[in-house]
């Protein structure tokens, strides 16, 4: 098991790991969330047991369509009293090495809802983001600015292409994840694209910060 991925350069474009997966390019999102500037803020406490969710979060796992993930969600959200601005999606490292598969019904349940993409939590310290991967999706060429992106397989496997944050888009490696694999990155270490070229479904939990930046990328996964 994979607990933490970093890229390796390669700089003649070749690509290596799991079965070859190309991924097209596709057109990009420029709408944006403003967030306000937490980069001189300390954490205070400012979201209760019942409003860190979003509304459609919290009636989905209040109905069963959603994995119970309320506690996750909350102690990603308690790693701020520990920290200082710039924050960083690797202070999420230790929860989310906690996250445990999902129980065969409530992953049952949750594989019949026609929404894929599920926005957790929202706001203006972190964006929490549960994706259904169905045979064949594939996420375009993307960044992840500022205190990057941390996330975890929970089902089934994934595979990515990692390439340099420049016009050019050289690809710099290929990554394979199967259950339990974790990975980290941001704009530093390049651009990537994920996606399931497999038979089955995958499942991924992602968690991203604004680090000190007021606005965040909303076309992200």
Request: aromatic share 12%.
């Amino acid at each position: 098991m994979k607990n933490l991925i970093y890229t390796s350069e390669n700089r003649s474009g070749q690509h290596n790991g799991f079965s070859p997966f190309f991924f097209m390019k596709g057109t990009s999102n420029n709408s944006h969330e403003t967030y306000n500037n937490v980069g001189s803020t300390s954490y205070h406490p400012e979201f209760g047991q019942s409003t860190l969710l979003t509304p459609e979060a919290s009636l989905g796992m209040s109905a069963g369509n959603l994995p119970n993930l309320r506690k996750v969600c909350r102690d990603l959200f308690n790693t701020f009293r520990e920290q200082q601005a710039p924050y960083s999606a690797l202070q999420f490292i230790p929860v989310m090495q906690q996250v445990s598969a999902f129980d065969k019904e409530e992953l049952k349940r949750f594989l019949k809802n026609k929404e894929t993409r599920h926005v957790l939590v929202n706001n203006r310290w972190m964006k929490v983001v549960l994706i259904h991967w169905k045979p064949g999706k594939v996420s375009d060429i993307h960044g992840h600015p500022f205190g990057g992106c941390v996330f975890k397989l929970i089902h089934g496997k994934l595979e990515e292409l990692r390439y340099s944050p420049d016009e050019k888009q050289t690809i710099l490696c290929s990554n394979g994840y199967r259950a339990g694999s974790m990975a980290y990155i941001d704009d530093r270490m390049g651009y990537h694209a994920v996606g399931n070229p497999f038979g089955s479904s995958a499942v991924s939990l992602h968690v991203y910060t604004p680090g000190t930046i007021k606005t965040y990328n909303e076309n992200i996964f």
